[in-house]
């Protein structure tokens, strides 16, 4: 009968795999933090974009903003999660603000919070292209009031 050797991996090899695969993970952990950061804000962004689009359907038919709430949202882009004017959007909701009051409404303003806690604002301005609050293509602020200021 022959012996058999059953040495396994000292206890030393043992702590080190394990620390190895705790660097790993302390160096991945944050990078997929961050990214999931931005594709959360990037879907915001991107259901305003489509918001938008909803609302100038609306444009075509009625020549203004003028009626375009919730409902009528709803039926253009029911894909969306719409919420009336003057409620703080939760996730991925997307609120509908009105700050001009004439007739026609020709000034829409959409505001959507991602996922991530961030607002985002888009608003059209009549005969302007697309107004967005905030440096570079998308504003970042702490909430709905701030989307609104400057209009």
């Known amino acids: ?14 702590m080190i795999v394990v620390l190895i695969i705790g660097i790993l993970i302390g160096i991945s952990l944050p ?21 938008l689009a909803a609302a100038m359907t609306h444009w075509a038919a009625a020549g203004d903003y003028d009626g375009f709430d919730t409902a009528t ?19 991925d909701q997307i609120t509908i603000q009105s700050p001009d009051t004439g007739d026609p409404v020709t000034e829409l303003l959409l505001v959507v919070r991602s996922d991530s806690g961030t607002f985002f604002c888009l608003g059209q301005l009549p005969n302007s ?12 602020v702490s909430a709905t009031a701030s989307c609104d200021q400057g209009w």
């Open 1 to 14: 009968m022959g012996t058999h050797d059953e040495r396994g991996f000292s206890l030393v090899e043992l």
């Open 31 to 51: 990078i997929f933090l961050v990214a999931r950061q931005r594709a959360q804000d990037r879907t915001a962004q991107s259901n305003l974009r489509t918001g």
């Open 73 to 91: 949202a709803e039926n253009i882009e029911s894909s969306l999660d719409w919420e009336p004017a003057g409620t703080q959007p939760a996730g």
């Open 129 to 140: 292209p697309v107004y967005v609050r905030g440096q570079g293509d998308w504003s970042d």
